[in-house]
């Protein structure tokens, strides 16, 4: 509903094993009438399901996240594109803090990127389906780390930041 009550959005149920950010940003651009150089959003998934081709053919998996990360990265800045990536991240790891440096040793985390958020729950899953939830910033180049909360509308799929709260009921 939301996407449908956007100016101009497109909806892409991509492969993740044939196409590539390179066949990404054609089909945006070709197909879907995207800036060649302006601003636009693309938000992927899951980084490790975009697919990538190295120097022995298509990468597994578990080894995509950090080329695919440049991959998107680069198209960004070539294009000025604002790119947004979801990525897997071990909870065990945050036991030394709230920052990257906590991450060291895992493979997923797209140090690539210029911001990096965890979003976890903070408290139980409301009957409804909706959660409570937490977001951190690890790597901001703007600013320093932060702590902000959201709630999940699982129903109406809709992050409501802390002013929106209230509307939960309704």
């Not at 990538?52 to 298509?58: A, I, P």
């Not at 036991?95 to 976890?120: F, I, T």
């Not at 409804?128 to 600013?143: S, Y």
């Amino acid at each position: 509903m939301t996407l449908a009550r956007a100016s101009e959005a497109v909806l892409l149920n991509l492969d993740s094993r044939e196409d590539t950010v390179r066949a990404l940003e054609d089909m945006l651009i070709h197909d879907y009438a995207f800036p060649t150089k302006g601003p636009a959003l693309v938000a992927v998934d899951y980084l490790n399901r975009v697919p990538v081709v190295g120097l022995t053919g298509m990468m597994s998996q578990e080894g995509r996240s950090g080329e695919a990360a440049a991959s998107l990265r680069e198209m960004a800045r070539l294009h000025g594109w604002a790119v947004i990536a979801a990525a897997a991240l071990k909870s065990d790891h945050f036991n030394a803090g709230d920052d990257l440096s906590a991450l060291l040793g895992d493979e997923r985390v797209p140090y690539e990127a210029d911001r990096v958020l965890v979003v976890q729950r903070s408290a139980q899953v409301y009957e409804c389906g909706c959660a409570p939830l937490e977001v951190i910033t690890l790597k901001d180049r703007t600013g320093p780390p932060r702590r902000f909360p959201m709630q999940f509308w699982g129903a109406r799929f809709y992050p409501a930041l802390e002013t929106e709260f209230h509307r939960h009921e309704s």
